[in-house]
């Protein structure tokens, strides 16, 4: 027997199915294991539902499938009950199961109902394999498009990698160029200047640049800056002006957009050093062809203008040197003629005074004019000869204050009577080495020039003296500067308040025979530059048209001391006596005039033509000359040759030398020889005599 059944769940009205099935036990059995089992079927397949759902989040209408698995509990339930139901009577238990399982049931349905057109929609097998397929095949053009697209990504990538490597590189090659143009730009011998502006308000400039500026490296060239960074230390000038900071070559070229090549200037830095600049400046155009700054290149061409323009000095130099020795030489040859000639005249006209009974006075006075000419063309013969170079005399020691103090009636004389001289003579003034009658020469001469650019108007001439220490520079602007070097020097210097000279004349006054008064011969400053040159001294002028002229003598001054005398005495006369004398000269007036002046005063006297008849006639057996009278310059066998041939002859034999030339440069080709005296050309009958007495001492 079961227990009673729970009120509310079971009616005691009720029987179980057990008694329906007589409680036969094979029965009972059979319908408890089947609703067992089926219950336990029902409660299983949910439980699979359900997980199947939980897994498959994809699965299509899983609401029907958790209903259809609610359905399957509910039926379960029920299949529960009948087994419970086979011994208790819940009829009410199983009836509201059965409710809710048809409930359940109802509920599903609808959903199904409303879901069966979406589910018909579903692709079948065939198609989701044909989908699948198109998917797959989809799936393999995707993969292939991607595998291409990496591919080609990967290629990208490599060459991207590529391209970043040659980039890394060019901006290496890059960087390196960058620090090579900056290398060249600071070292580079040439001066360069970089503006990036259009204004040039920053000019960037390299080392020999900033050197030329006088700037360090790092500093800003231009001169258009701000004021507070713009440069003082140099001005530029072109053709003498003073350029404006916009007229500047670089400024120019980056305003006008055009290149400016060889423009020439001239930079004065701020210690006062002068350079000449070459410049070149071109403009930096950007894209659009506009100026966007400028780079310019300076080279220093100071040297090379210095060497130029020395060497223009030099040639110029050279070029006068030889015109002068040119005319030097001329000169020398017309003088020596001259004095030739000068000497047959002024012997004849010796010679008849000596035989023309006094009382003749007018045939006296006709032969003392003849003389007097006679003289002055001698005078003209020594200017030519001082501007030759060979009318030095005796050099040594001379003080030229004294000189200028013992000449003062000679030069007041010179300077006429209504010109005024002045003068300013340097104390304490050092010696120079010199000839002091053509000191006195050059003095009058420089006097009588500016006498006579004074003219007929009252002037005023001075006379100076001054100790100067003269470089290179000071020599360079002596106009005739001979064998100057720089140093200590005796400058003496006359001045006038004349007519003064253009550029044009001052180059011509010291050419012989050029002069620019009617009476002049032009020789009187030649003569002085002559003297000058043979006293290797230098000569500067400066003149102004209208102001007057300023002509200074520079010597070397001379250490040792001052020769207290300036003048050169004779030794007084010798009576007259008789002795074998011969006469050697190729110009047979000379020859005439020495030969009859010598018989008349008691001497025996013999003449040769030539040096061959003059070692002719001394060869001769038992002849004997006391006194040769020798010319220096002949044909053939010239004076030189033939007194050593004669003192060959015989070693005691005197020999008096006659020239035309100075006695210094004669005497100088005879050094460390015997030779008596010395008879310049042209003389007088007395010189002669006189010298004669001398040698002889009779």
Known sequence: MLPPITPGLCSAVLMPHGQCYFWQHELIALHAIAD????????????????????????????????????????????????????????????????????????????????????????????????????EERVRNRTADLAAANEHLSRE????????????????????????????????????????????????????????????????????????SRPVTFKVFHDGRELLPHELPMQRAARENLAIHNFEEVLIRADGQKLELISTAVPLRDTTGQSRGCVAAFLDVTAQRRSERDRLEFERRLQETRKLESLGVLAGGIAHDFNNLLTGILGNASLARMELPPEHLNVHELLNRQEQAALRAADLCRQMLAFAGKGRFVVRPLDFNRLIEDARALLTVSAGKDNSLDYSLAPELPAIQADAAQMRQILVNLVSNSAEAIGDKPGRITISTTTRH???????????????????????????????????????????????????RGLGLAAVLGIVRGHKGGIAVRSIPGHGSVLSIIFPAHLSP???????????????????????????????????VLSGSGKTVAEASDGHAALALARQPGQKFDLVLLDLTMPGLDGEATYRALREIDPRLRVILMSGYSEQETLSRFSGQSIAGFLAKPFTASQVLEKVREVLGH
């Not at 001066?191 to 000019?203: H, K, P, S, T, V």
């Not at 020769?563 to 007036?589: F, N, Q």
């Open 36 to 135: 067992g089992l089926i219950a336990l079927a029902y409660f299983s397949i949910p439980l699979i539902i359900f997980s199947f759902v939980r897994k498959r989040r994809d699965l299509p209408f899983p609401v029907i499938f958790l209903m259809f698995g609610a359905f399957i509990v509910a039926c379960g339930t029920t299949h529960l009950l009948e087994v419970s139901s086979i011994w208790n009577p819940h009829y009410w238990l199983s009836g509201w199961v059965k409710a809710a399982t048809a409930l359940i049931s109802l509920i599903t349905a609808v959903a199904m109902i409303r879901i069966v057109p979406q589910a018909l929609d579903l692709p079948s097998p065939a198609e989701l394999k044909k989908l699948n397929d198109s998917l």
């Open 157 to 228: 990538i490599s060459q991207r990698e590529q391209a970043e490597a040659e980039v890394r590189r060019l901006n290496q090659s890059l960087q390196n160029r960058v620090a090579e143009l900056q290398t060249v730009f600071d070292l580079a011998p040439v001066a360069i200047g970089l503006a990036q502006d259009a204004e040039c308000r920053d000019i960037r400039i390299n080392e020999a640049f900033a050197r030329i500026l006088g700037l360090a490296k790092n500093a800003n060239g231009s001169l258009t800056a701000p004021p507070d």
């Open 470 to 520: 003269i470089d290179a520079a000071g020599l360079a602007t002596t106009v005739h500067r001979g064998q100057l070097t720089p140093g200590e020097h005796v400058c003496i210097e006359v001045s006038d308040n004349g007519s003064g000279m253009d550029d044009a004349t001052c180059a011509k006054i010291f050419d012989p025979f050029f002069t620019t008064k009617f009476t002049g």
């Open 562 to 596: 001052k020769t207290p005398d300036t003048h050169a005495g004779l030794p007084p006369p010798s009576p007259a006596a008789s002795g074998a004398l011969l006469v050697v000269d190729d110009e047979e007036t000379v020859r005439t005039v020495a030969a009859r």
